[in-house]
């Protein structure tokens, strides 16, 4: 069954937006932090972000700060990731998951890519 569901990537300048959306399991997204993850080709799956249960709790790695901002609905089983001010380096696919994530829950993610 469906668990996770991203979308809202694409292409986009350097210093350009986006905005993520990840529509969650209501089984998993009403009892977990959740988080949004990376890839990018050659290189393993990263943590970018992530949000507790109640909408507090938000950690970000160092490389985002500032520019990135994850929220989360309650009501609507989503969580979302701002991105702004993005950098080429920012391109890879992302994921979201609960946090931490659980191999059974990874979607197709979403391709996110930043030209120069």
């Known amino acids: 069954q469906v668990r996770m569901v991203e979308s809202g990537g694409g292409l986009v300048q350097a210093g350009g937006s986006l905005r993520l959306s990840c529509a969650a399991s209501?089984?998993?997204?009403?009892?977990?932090?959740m988080g949004w993850y990376r890839q990018a080709p050659g290189k393993l799956r990263e943590l970018v972000a992530r949000?507790?249960?109640?909408?507090?709790?938000?950690i970000y790695r160092d490389s985002v700060k500032g520019r990135f901002t994850i929220s989360r609905d309650n009501a609507k089983n989503t969580v979302y990731l701002q991105m702004s001010s993005l950098k080429p380096e920012d391109t890879a696919v992302y994921y979201c998951n609960r946090f931490p994530s659980s191999n059974d829950y990874w979607g197709q993610g979403t391709q996110v890519t930043v030209s120069s």
């Open positions: 949000i507790g249960v109640g909408g507090d709790n938000r």
């Open positions: 209501r089984s998993i997204f009403s009892s977990n932090a």
